[in-house]
């Protein structure tokens, strides 16, 4: 029956984005749980903590990929010329990011808000964000709820820098091109929405 259930859930649901997955799963699961147990609590709820220290891949706040760079960059005018970039993509902090989560007022409305501190590397940075968001969880009958969820990073911006010749000509380091020729880099800062329903039998 519990498994029915979370597929109802997710048949009736309407995701208006598709980022920051773990944060959304873990705010409907938990709106569901006070629900069927009656549980108040009031501690803080971590929902996700994370460290690393990225290398040539970089993640967006949201845990979406970012950018990747080769440790060898190749040229894509001549194949023969070849350069190790891999000190250029190393961040040279460690990124951490979390969200908690808390409880607050007699309406039991669900407040979210995280940090994530970025990375710092040679040739990329993204910089500095938090994140914000609200839940609630709405009785509708003696078993029925309606689930609202909503959440945003502000910042997180991704910073490229060129590599220089000794012609001070600026090239992308990945493919040695024209740096005016770079792929752009998507830094769209998209927050999200989520109406659930839920029937418990």
Not at 101 to 110: A, F, M, Q, S
């Amino acid at each position: 029956m519990k498994y029915f259930l979370y597929a109802l859930i997710f048949l009736v649901g309407s995701p208006c984005a598709a980022n920051d997955f773990l944060q959304r799963n873990f705010i409907l699961n938990e709106l569901m749980r006070r629900n069927t147990n009656s549980i108040k609590a009031n501690e803080i709820l971590v929902s996700s903590f994370d460290t690393r220290n990225e290398k040539g891949i970089f993640l967006k706040n949201t845990g979406e990929f970012a950018f990747s760079a080769p440790a060898y960059a190749r040229s894509a005018y001549d194949g023969s010329i070849g350069y190790d970039i891999n000190k250029f993509y190393t961040a040279k902090n460690k990124r951490i990011s979390i969200i908690a989560n808390k409880y607050i007022g007699e309406d039991r409305w669900l407040v979210s808000f995280g940090l994530d501190n970025g990375s710092r590397s040679e040739k990329l940075d993204i910089s500095n964000s938090t994140f914000a968001g609200i839940s609630k969880s709405f009785t509708l009958s003696t078993n029925t709820y309606l689930h609202f969820s909503s959440g945003k990073w502000w910042g997180g911006k991704v910073t490229e820098r060129p590599c220089i010749d000794a012609y001070d000509r600026a090239y992308w380091c990945p493919n040695l091109t024209a740096w005016t020729d770079r792929p752009p880099t998507n830094t769209t800062k998209a927050g999200y929405m989520d109406i659930r329903f839920q029937y418990v039998f």
